[in-house]
């Protein structure tokens, strides 16, 4: 029955079409990219990591909540810190130095990295700050060995261009990367310090995104500004997206770490469904009799106080948390991947009631996503429970049956719409879950978070951090911008100057787009520098050119790359390798269609710098002028003899011209 | 550093100061926050440093902006202030605190990013609340508030002085927070004037910061109070074992020295074995087997694994008292290729008491012809001044008959010290110099052993060196 509801109310949430306008949607991002400089933010190990670096060694650190500026602990700060967790990183040598390890004081801000932020900042008519203060930016997740990230604002109210206007960039930053989490146990993270300190650019937009659709397209275009202009590292992870979220009556929300684009969409508007259904349920919950407070939950949550019964059903306006009920019985019994643990006498099962909360447990708020998953994210997070089980599931999956359900309501008194939380984990760690079940369930304002984005949805991770947060670095002077400084930094093409650019070297318009989307046009830049337009396209002599047209260039990187890439070809093949591949088609050794096959050869054969000698040795070598003169003799001027046997060594556009002018 | 002449009479006119929130226009638009006092170091002094309301400190240019200063919204700058109430716990050790100084007793004024020293020494113990669970510091006290690097002999005898009160009191024992960059010297000084020592005393300090979520001091006082409460009266450094946070060590006084600028197990114990291991791995091997005391228990549950045997046991009976005579009229020069002897001429006409030759290797110095400085030392000792003979390798001892070098040097009266620290031997011949005139008395003073500042036999552990099982797992 409990499925049945679900489904149907899941079918009705994926018709629901939400006036965003309506509904007061407001959505902000913030764009993290990793910048392509040699050196980290501050010290002098590589940016640019490998993840097949050894781990050299490894560090244990326990990191604590302090006060931050304001005297008071950050609520981010403590929460992670009331973990107690113990934080364990891996130490590589090639990618992290004692920096990393919060063993040495950083070194000076890197220029490389500050120069791209105040180049990104101009191309986004941002204004540089005329004096640059590093701040430290308390984090307690351990991602950082200090337990802060060093951040600098760059550059202030800054804007870019979308379909839905002008939207504005009030903060440009430049920060350190946090550590890469290589595992996650419930009282213990193990962290890699190689990602730790690499330059990241964090460019934010002020909350006026109008949609989902706006939010991508927004953050398609600042992703794809700085790609063109060259500062991006490319790879997994690289670029990440931060948004956040609020409708009218809700909050801010902030949701971290989405790495696809085509997720972000959903993600913002997810999230405006998630806000909205859980102010309707708020309403209900008021109506069907509850009163709290947050502070009021909190509070009796710590003494225990009033409770609805039997004999006073409407309750007493505030619900409070009432004693946890063992009911290992029903699991004992039970097939479930619960019963081991409990019978071995490793668990326990704990259940509290949920007063009014029948039915909207299991109320699905995004999709997939259901008011119960909401308290269990709560539950998880606070004690690194697996999970819990609430009365608007199916019994089944717990190997348990519709009466024991029932029996378990009976037990806890329930009446009407009262329903119940189940834990099953070691009794201390049952209760303080249950504890979080109950907060979070009667926390009637949407409580401001970060989440986490998993595909389309989020998951609660930790309170949004307050402004308690963020102090200078006193180990890092203040770095002096001055306006001649910013004047004299080169712009980089922008994405249309560049897409103009190479119609201009003679590229079709959609080749051209899609070259600059593609990671290629780097290397395109690189193998057409000095070849001005189309003259030198395919010339049936093919000589003179110095350098291989663009038409070719682009069709060796979009479609050749790509095909032998799929047919199991390495072709990361060094700039210059493949240069000479071209030079050897341009300079008329070689026929357009040989082009993979000796691009082929080059990549099988990375110790032979010679691609002539690999063309010659695989007989691929063009067959032009007298040589093919004579070859039309031997074939008695048949074009389609010729072609069929020689197609990878003969032009047939120098074919067609020769017996053209015999007949 | 401070604002420009220019900016100050700009700010004066508009009544604005540091700590006001204020509007800046300029030609970079219009932001408000709170105006900042100029950090010490850095910048330039025509900026004005704003906090804006996302927590960012910024720079404008002052000059050509307008400002304007908003009403009523001034915050107090510098005032960082945490409350702190002393352990009511009555099973756990009572302990003394002695705070001197230090980046252990700094707190950062978040607004300006500025370090202070704290103005209340139990400010450090707000910093680690859970230090109340092991142990009730009801006893604090703060003869003086400096960062080491400011303090001299005098502030020595001060703080002996104040840590014989301690260990005359209820305490089971006494925590010095102190500077890092002398901590290792000011044990040593403790460690002299100390006599009769009762009960344990742990100095320690930080390497990182009280506003840092990585702060190591909160592991240093913890490491601390156990020591305290172990039954080993003797000074001793207690500080980060390795990098992590994983275990202390509590280093031999007079045989500790700090060997890196940053890290948090800076300090080492030269030449010998710490005396203790504390935390880390329960079933560690090295608990020493030998703990007949009333204070094995306590050791074993405060996971003090005594790392060796011959130190001082805890003693009521005995009465310490501060022996703080101390001559600071005592030099150290180095050996060096082509320095010059002449500095020892200086010295002695500069009527300098005693002077630590830190030689080469095994205690040498130049004896041959003109760059001799035989001739010069000679007339050192002559002129009544101690000269004292350490390494500047460090690990290892000085020998006097192995080299011609410090056969000479041994025949013209120098005292050669084995392997003591060349920073100890400083801080022992103004110790000994404080007390003995004769040359005599003098030599036989620093020759005996008086805490533990000798080790005659050296272990192959006692050297760190490259551990190739340690390097990679």
């Given amino acids: 029955m409990e499925k049945e509801k679900t489904g149907l109310e899941k079918t009705n949430l994926q018709k629901e079409r939400l006036d965003l306008q309506k509904l007061g949607f407001k959505s902000g991002i913030e764009i993290h990219q990793r910048l392509a400089t040699r050196e980290k933010l501050f010290c002098r190990c590589p940016a640019a990591i490998q993840d097949e670096a050894p781990v050299s060694g490894t560090l244990l650190r326990k990191l604590r909540a302090v006060a931050g500026e304001l005297g008071v602990v950050d609520p981010a700060a403590a929460f992670e810190a009331a973990r107690h967790k113990t934080f364990t990183y891996q130490l590589i040598a090639e990618n992290a130095c004692l920096v990393e390890q919060d063993e040495e004081p950083p070194a000076g801000l890197n220029k490389q990295a500050l120069n791209m932020a105040l180049t990104v900042s101009k191309m986004l008519n941002a204004q540089a700050l005329d004096e640059i203060h590093v701040m430290r930016k308390m984090v307690a997740d351990g991602s950082a060995t200090s337990a802060f990230q060093r951040t600098a604002l760059v550059a202030l109210n800054g804007r870019i261009q979308t379909s839905l206007g002008d939207v504005a960039i009030p903060t440009i930053c430049i920060e350190e990367e946090s550590s890469g989490i290589v595992s996650r146990e419930s009282d213990s993270v193990i962290y890699r310090l190689d990602r730790l300190g690499i330059p990241l650019i964090e460019i934010a937009t002020d909350a006026s995104l109008q949609s989902g659709a706006h939010v991508a397209e927004t953050a398609e275009k600042i992703g794809r500004l700085l790609r063109s202009a060259g500062f991006a590292q490319r790879g997994l992870g690289t670029i990440r997206q931060d948004i956040n979220v609020s409708i009218a009556g809700g909050t801010r929300v902030e949701i971290k770490g989405a790495q696809q684009l085509e997720d972000l969409a959903a993600l913002a508007e997810n999230e405006a469904l998630r806000q909205h259904h859980l102010l309707q349920i708020a309403a209900e919950l008021k109506r069907r009799g509850v009163n709290n407070t947050q502070t009021d939950a909190q509070k009796n949550a710590q003494t225990g106080a009033e409770h609805r019964t039997q004999e006073n059903p409407h309750g007493v306006g505030k619900v409070a948390f009432g004693k946890p009920h063992g009911v290992s019985h029903h699991f004992k019994k039970a097939k479930s991947f619960l019963s081991q643990p409990i019978a071995e006498g490793k668990a326990v099962a704990m259940a509290i009631k949920l007063l009014f909360c029948k039915g909207l447990l299991g109320r699905e708020i995004m999709p997939n996503h259901r008011f119960g998953t909401e308290l269990s994210d709560y539950a998880k997070s606070k004690t690194g429970i697996k999970g819990i089980i609430h009365c608007d599931e199916d019994p089944t999956k717990y190997g348990l049956t519709p009466e024991d359900f029932k029996l378990i309501s009976k037990e806890l008194d329930c009446i009407e719409d009262d329903g119940w939380a189940i834990v099953v984990a070691d009794e201390l760690n049952a209760v303080k879950a249950l504890h979080a079940v109950f907060d979070r369930c009667y926390t009637l304002e949407i409580p401001k978070e970060t989440r986490k984005a998993e595909g389309q949805v989020s998951h609660f991770m930790r309170p949004l951090p307050g402004a308690a947060r963020m102090y200078p670095e006193t180990d890092v002077l203040p770095v002096v911008v001055t306006g001649a400084h910013v004047d004299g930094l080169e712009l980089p093409k922008t994405t249309e100057e560049r897409i103009a650019n190479y119609i201009a070297k003679g590229l079709a318009p959609d080749m051209a787009d899609r070259l600059v989307k593609s990671s290629e046009w780097e290397l395109f830049d690189q193998l057409t520098k000095g070849s001005g337009g189309t003259n030198s396209t395919n010339a049936a002599d093919g000589t003179n050119a110095k350098n291989a047209d663009a038409k070719t260039v682009a069709w060796l990187l979009l479609e050749v790359k790509p095909t032998l890439r799929r047919a199991g070809v390495d072709v990361n093949i060094p700039q210059e390798r493949m240069a000479a591949v071209l030079r050897l088609f341009s300079q008329g050794y070689i026929t357009r269609a040989a082009v993979p096959d000796v691009l082929t050869l080059v990549a099988k054969e990375p110790n032979e710098h010679d691609a002539q000698k690999l063309a010659k040795a695989a007989n691929l070598l063009r067959i032009r002028g007298t040589d093919l003169e004579k070859l039309c003799r031997e074939h008695q001027n048949s074009f389609p003899d010729i072609i069929k046997r020689y197609r990878l060594q003969v032009d047939a556009g120098e074919l067609k011209g020769l017996l053209e002018k015999k007949t | ?473």
């Fill in chain 2, 1 to 473: 550093m401070s604002y420009s002449k220019a900016v100050e009479a700009h700010l004066k006119k508009q009544k604005i100061e540091p700590g006001d929130r204020i509007r800046y226009s300029g030609n970079k638009g219009t932001f408000e926050g709170i105006l900042l006092p100029k950090p010490e170091l850095g910048g330039s002094e025509s900026c004005l440093m704003l906090k804006l309301d996302n927590g960012y400190n910024v720079g404008f240019e002052c000059n050509g902006a307008t400002l304007e200063k908003l009403p009523g919204s001034s915050v107090a700058l510098g005032n960082v202030g945490a409350e702190w109430k002393p352990s009511v716990s009555t099973n756990v050790p009572k302990l003394s605190l002695v705070a001197t100084g230090g980046t252990i007793s700094t707190k950062v004024d978040y607004k300006t990013g500025g370090v202070y020293m704290l103005s209340e020494p139990a400010e450090i113990l707000a910093k680690v609340p859970e230090l109340a669970e092991i142990a009730n510091i009801h006893r604090i006290q703060s003869p003086f508030r400096k960062a080491s690097e400011d303090m001299d002999s005098n502030d020595w005898k001060v703080l002996a002085n104040a840590v014989v009160d301690e260990l005359n009191s209820d305490s089971e024992g006494v925590i010095v927070t102190h500077g890092t960059d002398i901590l290792a010297y000011t044990a040593a000084a403790l460690s002299f004037m100390i006599r009769d020592q009762n009960k344990p005393v742990a100095v320690t300090g930080a390497q990182r910061s009280p506003d840092r979520g990585s702060f190591d001091g909160a592991l240093n006082l913890i490491w601390s109070s156990q020591f305290a409460a172990s039954d080993c009266a003797e000074v001793a450094v207690v500080m980060h074992g390795s990098s992590s946070d994983d275990f202390g060590l509590a280093h031999v006084g007079t045989k500790c020295r700090k060997m890196h600028t940053s890290r948090r197990d800076a300090f080492q114990t030269i030449n010998a074995q710490p005396w203790a291991k504390i935390g880390g791995k329960k079933n560690d091997q090295n608990v020493h087997p030998k703990q007949p005391d009333h204070h094995a228990n306590q050791n074993k549950k405060n996971a003090v694994h005594f790392l060796r045997d011959d130190y001082n046991r805890r003693d009521n009976e005995k009465k310490p008292i501060a022996d703080t005579a101390f001559e600071p009229k005592v030099a150290h020069i180095k050996a060096m290729p082509t320095s010059d002897w002449g500095m020892i001429d200086y010295l002695v006409e500069k009527k300098i008491r005693g002077i630590v030759l830190e030689g080469y290797a095994l205690g040498h110095v130049p004896t041959m012809s003109k760059h001799s400085w035989i001739p010069t030392i000679q007339n050192a000792v002559d002129s009544g001044v101690t000269v004292v003979v350490a390494t500047q390798c460090l690990n290892g001892g000085v020998h006097p008959t192995v080299y011609a070098s410090s056969r000479k040097l041994a025949q013209t009266g120098v005292i050669q010290l084995h392997d003591m620290l060349p920073e100890t031997a400083f801080v022992k011949l103004g110790w000994v110099l404080g007390h003995e005139k004769t040359p005599d008395k003098i030599r036989e003073m620093m020759l005996t052993n008086v805490a533990h500042e000798f080790n005659e036999r050296h272990q192959q552990d006692d050297f760190p060196g490259f551990k190739e099982d340690d390097q990679y797992e």
